[in-house]
């Protein structure tokens, strides 16, 4: 089993939205714009580290692929064009400093006789005998401090701190530093910003154990175990949920509501370098 933080999160949400979403594979038809504008702008920065800082290219990328009919006020071409030239503005430069390791690279490292763990990474450099890695965030208001807390690292950091040290030829580094790149779009204003975040070794090893046992669950499960929610919003996990109509329906009609309000998600498969 290969396992990513896509799943460990929906897993650790609600079990039957892993299983929706993971085991069916099942997207809703309409397009996520959150995600749809991420996608887009990961895609624009991964080009301007592999492509030389080329603003010219990266532009035309993202008229490309970015799809304004479901754009909104803050999510639409113009502050990606935006986000675009302000990124190139403010860190071209900082990274002559780094030398570059990896851009939007997937890396499968075994965790278990039958479980290996994978995770994208956005990029990673080093400077000196420091290793970096990234991650790039976009928001539509600003982070709390809580969630740039240096002490409070997001379990897919650990996941990722724990990828680059088993994969990585980690011996020739001294130490780890976890940036995060946010990017926060505001009334069509840009703001960048650079964080970074300190983690501890027990951390890790508690966070590589507790993956293996989501995993036991993931691997065992079994939809009919499950008590579905009957009212309005999930009556389970007292969110609003992509899966709620499933949910809440019949289980003769699910099988009907799956073809007409889902579609199936088709992963390409990365291949490691
Ligand atoms: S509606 Fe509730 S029970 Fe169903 S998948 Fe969503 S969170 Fe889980």
């Not at 309005?232 to 009907?256: A, G, M, Q, V």
């Amino acid at each position: 089993m290969i396992i990513d933080n896509t799943m460990l999160s929906a897993y650790k949400r609600c079990p039957m939205l892993y299983w929706y979403r993971h085991h069916h594979n099942l997207v809703p038809l309409e397009k996520s714009l959150p995600l749809h504008y991420g996608e887009v702008l990961h895609a624009c920065i991964a080009h301007l580290y592999q492509h030389n800082w080329n603003i010219w290219g990266v532009i035309e990328i993202a008229a490309e692929m970015f799809d304004e009919s479901i754009a909104d006020k803050d999510r639409n071409a113009e502050t990606l064009t935006n986000v675009i030239n302000s990124y190139h503005k403010q860190y071209e430069g900082w990274e002559k400093h780094e030398k570059l390791i990896s851009v939007e690279q997937t890396y499968d490292v075994q965790m278990s006789d039958n479980l290996w763990y994978r995770a994208k990474i956005d990029r990673i450099t080093a400077i000196d005998n420091i290793l970096i890695i990234y991650d790039i965030k976009h928001s539509t208001r600003t982070p709390n401090d809580w969630q740039l807390s240096q002490w409070l690292l997001e379990p897919q950091f650990m996941g990722y701190i724990w990828t680059a040290q088993n994969h990585i030829d980690f011996k020739n580094y001294k130490d780890i530093l976890f940036i995060i790149d946010h990017i926060t779009v505001t009334k069509k204003k840009v703001e960048l910003n650079r964080y970074g975040q300190k983690y501890e070794a027990w951390k890790i090893d508690e966070w590589h154990w507790s993956v293996v046992d989501y995993s036991d669950g993931m691997m065992a499960l079994y939809p009919e175990y499950y008590r579905l929610p009957m009212s309005c919003d999930c009556t389970r996990y007292f969110r609003e949920c992509d899966y709620f109509p499933l949910c809440s329906s019949p289980p003769e009609s699910r099988e009907n509501l799956m073809h007409h309000l889902y579609k199936k998600e088709v992963w390409i498969e990365q291949k490691n370098e």
